[in-house]
């Protein structure tokens, strides 16, 4: 069974740098694509950044410039660097891995952008 584990999320000041790492564990299978998610109150949960085995990458409009997702697949982990954060990226950030056609989700870290 596929366990995704987030970490690195937290409280920090608007401007400042958080940043998630996603570790895969349990996969006998090459990972195809990770990305993250984040789910603010309220509202729908939304892509943020996704990235291929390849390296391939896609953000959403709201955070280009701003974060940079990255993965190492001999550890099987992917990172969300976060910076120059605002208000507005306060949400629950959810890994997502996609293995031989089926998505595995980890629970989510909470990341709050305040001051």
């Known amino acids: 069974q596929v366990q995704l584990v987030e970490s690195g999320g937290g409280l920090v000041q608007p401007g400042g740098s958080l940043r998630l790492s996603c570790l895969a564990l349990?996969?006998?299978?090459?990972?195809?694509?990770m990305g993250w998610y984040r789910q603010a109150p309220g509202k729908q949960r939304e892509l943020v950044a996704v990235?291929?085995?390849?390296?391939?990458?896609n953000y959403a409009d709201s955070v280009k410039g701003r974060f940079t997702i990255s993965r190492d697949n001999a550890k099987n982990t992917a990172y969300l660097q976060m910076n120059s954060l605002k208000p507005e990226d306060t949400a629950v950030y959810y890994c997502?891995?996609?293995?031989?056609?089926?998505?595995?989700w980890g629970q989510g870290t909470q990341v709050t952008v305040s001051s």
């Open positions: 997502k891995a996609y293995i031989r056609n089926t998505d595995y």
């Open positions: 349990g996969s006998r299978f090459s990972i195809n694509a």
């Open positions: 990235i291929t085995s390849g390296g391939r990458t």
